[in-house]
C-alpha cells in the first residue's frame, strides 16, 4: 500500500501542474471546453485515486471543485476570472495536503472552508454541502434519453487493477440498464491467458443524467479500453412522435455486428447487391467496379489511419537513474583502462576487444544520458501562474510567452536551474515590465511581453529571457553602484561593464525594500547557480525598449567530453565543448609578447593564463608550450599548457568538503592508469583575475 501511496503522490503532483495549466490558459479562453473538460477530469481523477488509496481529505476536498467543474461544463456556472482564481488556490490546497501527508505537518484548514465557501457563492440558487453536492433541488434535469454503449476493454486490463463488473453496476445506477456480454473471444482452454480479459459488453441505457455521467462511468479506464456511446432517442415529454420500431436486420447493421452484404443474403438474395443492380440493368458493371475499388481504398485508408501504436512507460525513481548513470561512468573509467591496456601490449585480439567495448560503453553512455533528458517545457509552463500572481499583485498586465519547450536537457540541471529563472523572471516583472500607464506614455502596446526560450548549440543549450520593458539605464545602474560603494565615483567603465554591476553581491535597483524586491538578493545568487552547473551567464539590455538574459548550460553534469593536457607531472581536463583551437607558444614568442600573456592569432589579440602559474609548477618549464584557445565568459581566452594529449571521456567525481575553496577546479575524473586528473572551472579563472 506505501507503494501504491507513492505512486498516486506522484501522479497526482503531475495532474496538479497539468491542471495549473489547463486553468491559465481556460482564463484566456473561457469557453474552451476541451479545457473545461481537462480540468474537470484532473480534479475527478485526484479525487477518485485518493479515495481508493486512503487520501480521504483530499478526496472530499477536491469533490467539492469537482462538482462546480460538473456544473461549469453543462453551462449553469460561466468560467469567470473569480472562478479560475479559486480553483487554483485550491490545487495549491490539494498540493499542501500532498506534501503533509509525507512531512506530517499540519495544514490550514480555515483556509480549505474559505475556498469551498467562495465557491458556495458563484452557484446560483445553491450552496455545497460537506460532500460536495447541492443542498437545495438541482437545476432542471437533462432530458430522459437511451444511450447504447459499447464497452470493449483492452486484454490487459486486469493487469491496471480494474474490475469491469464494478464500472456495469455503476452503469446501471444511472438508470434502467440492459447488459450483454459477449463471450465469442474466450479462447479455447490450453490457449486461455488467466490474466487476460477476454470479454466485452453492450448495454442499453435510459437516464436523465445526461452523456456526461456516462462518459464518467468509464474516466478512469477510457485509455485502456475502446468505449462508444451513440444516442438511440430523446424522450419530450410534450411530443408525441410516432416513431417506426426498428427492425432487427437494421439493428444488427447499425450497431456494427452485421454488415448490409450479409443482411442482403439472409433475406434470400443469392447474388451480391451489384450483381443485382447490373442483372436488373439499373446500372453497369463497370460502374460497380469502380464503386468497389473506392469503397476497398477508403477501408484500406481508415484501417490504415486508426492503427495504433501501443507505448509503454515505466516509472522509475530518479535515484535508480542516478545510480544507473554512476554505474556507466565506472564502466567508461575501465574501459580506457582496457583501452590503455590494449595500446600498451599491441596485442591485435585484444585491441579488437577494446575497440568493441568502447563503442559499446560509448552506446550505454549515449543511451543512459538520454533517460535522464526530460523536455524543458515543463518547467516553461510552470512560470505561467508566476508571472500571472505578481502581475496581478503589482498592477500589471504581462503576458508569458514560450519557445523551444522540446529542447532536452538533464533531469539535474533542469532541477537546479529553477530557482535561477524565478529569480530572473520576479526581476522582469518586478523591474523590467512598466504599469500600463508607464507603457501607454511610452508608446507601448498596454501588456507586456516575457519570452522565455531555449535551442541547443552543440554541447549546451542557450535558455533566454527576453522581456519588452523599459531595460537597463547605465546611469541609475552607476549611481546605485556609487551609493553602495561596489565602484568609486571616478571608476572608468563601459555600458557593458555598468549593466554587469547587476550581477555584484548586494546590489538592488530597487528603490524600496518590498515582498518582490530591494534587498540586494538575487542575480548574485542567479550567477553563482548558474556557475554551479558549469554554465555562464550574458546580459544585454537597450534603455526603453528591454533586456535579454542569456543562459549558456551544459546538456549534462556526470559526463563530458573533455580536453586532456599535461603540466608538468599533473593532468587536467578542459571542456572540449569550449575549445575553438590549440596553437604552439614557443619561449621566443612569450618574451616578445607584451606583458608576456598577449597573443597575436591571425590578426586577433588575445589574452592567455599560464596554467604553470595559476598553480605555482615550477620544474621542468618545456621549450615549446600548447595554449588551448577557448570561448569563455563571452570571450576568447587562452590557457597555457605544457601537454596537450587528447580528447577523453571525462566522468565527473566530486571533490568533496576538503577541496571546496578550490574555487577553479569543479571536479575529477579518474584516468584509465588511475592517475587523478583535476577538471578546470575555466569561467573562475577568468572571472577571478
Known sequence: MDAHKETFREEAFE??????????????????????????????????????????????????????????????????????????????????????SVSGEAVDEANALQIIDSLNRLIPGGVLSEDGQKDKPSPQAAPMATYRIRFKPHRDLFAQGTNPLLLLNELR????????????????????????????????????????????????????????????????????????????????????????????????????????LVDEKVTTRTAVTAALTEQGQIKKRLEKRNEKTETSSVRVPSEKL???????????????????????????????????????????????????????GTTFASFKRLVRDIANELGKTIELTTAGGETELDKTVIDQLKDPLVHIIRNAVDHGIET??????????????????AEHSGAHVLIRIEDDGKGLDPVVIRRKAVEKGIITADAELDDNEVRNLLFAPGFSTAEKITDLSGRGVGMDVVKRSIESLRGNIDLASRTGRGTTITLKLPLTLAIIDGLLVQIGEGFFVLPLSSVEECVELTREQRKSGKNGNILNIRGDIVPYVRLRDEYDIRDNTPDLEHVVIMETSG??????????????????KNLGGTFRNAHDISGATILGDGTVALIIDVNKIVDLR
Open 15 to 100: 495532474l496538479l501542474a497539468e491542471l495549473e495549466q489547463s486553468l491559465l490558459e481556460l482564463e484566456e479562453r473561457p469557453d474552451d471546453q476541451e479545457q473545461i473538460g481537462r480540468v474537470f477530469r484532473a480534479m475527478h481523477t485526484i479525487k477518485g485515486s485518493g479515495a481508493m488509496f486512503g487520501f480521504e481529505d483530499i478526496a472530499a476536498f477536491t469533490h467539492n471543485v469537482e462538482s462546480v467543474f460538473d456544473l461549469v461544463r453543462s453551462g449553469r456556472i460561466p468560467v469567470t476570472r473569480e472562478l479560475v482564481n479559486l480553483t487554483l488556490s485550491a490545487r495549491d490546497h490539494i498540493r499542501e495536503l500532498l506534501d503533509a
Open 173 to 276: 445506477d444511472l438508470g434502467e440498464c440492459a447488459v450483454t456480454v459477449h463471450t465469442e473471444n474466450i479462447p479455447v482452454l490450453e490457449d486461455l491467458d488467466p490474466e487476460a480479459l477476454y470479454l466485452f459488453w453492450d448495454a442499453v441505457l435510459t437516464t436523465d443524467k445526461g452523456l456526461n455521467a456516462i462518459r464518467d462511468v468509464f474516466i478512469f479506464v477510457e485509455d485502456d479500453s475502446d468505449i462508444t456511446i451513440d444516442t438511440l432517442m430523446e424522450e419530450d415529454p410534450y411530443a408525441v412522435v410516432e416513431q417506426p420500431q426498428p427492425r432487427l436486420g437494421e439493428l444488427l447493421v447499425e450497431r456494427g455486428d452485421l454488415n448490409s452484404q450479409d443482411l442482403v443474403r439472409a433475406l434470400g438474395s443469392q447474388k451480391r447487391i451489384g450483381e443485382i
Open 322 to 376: 542516478d545510480h544507473l548513470v554512476d554505474l556507466v561512468g565506472e564502466l567508461v573509467t575501465v574501459q580506457a583502462r582496457l583501452s590503455q591496456k590494449a595500446a600498451i601490449q599491441g596485442d591485435p585480439d585484444l585491441v579488437s576487444i577494446a575497440e568493441d567495448v568502447e563503442s559499446l560503453t560509448s552506446g550505454l553512455r549515449d543511451n543512459a544520458m538520454s533517460i535522464r533528458m526530460l523536455q524543458i
Open 436 to 453: 500600463p500607464a508607464e507603457r501607454l506614455a511610452a508608446g507601448k502596446p498596454e501588456t507586456g511581453t516575457i519570452h522565455l526560450s
Open 635 to 652: 570571450r576568447r581566452v587562452g590557457f597555457v599548457v605544457d601537454r596537450v594529449i587528447g580528447g577523453h571521456q571525462t566522468v565527473i
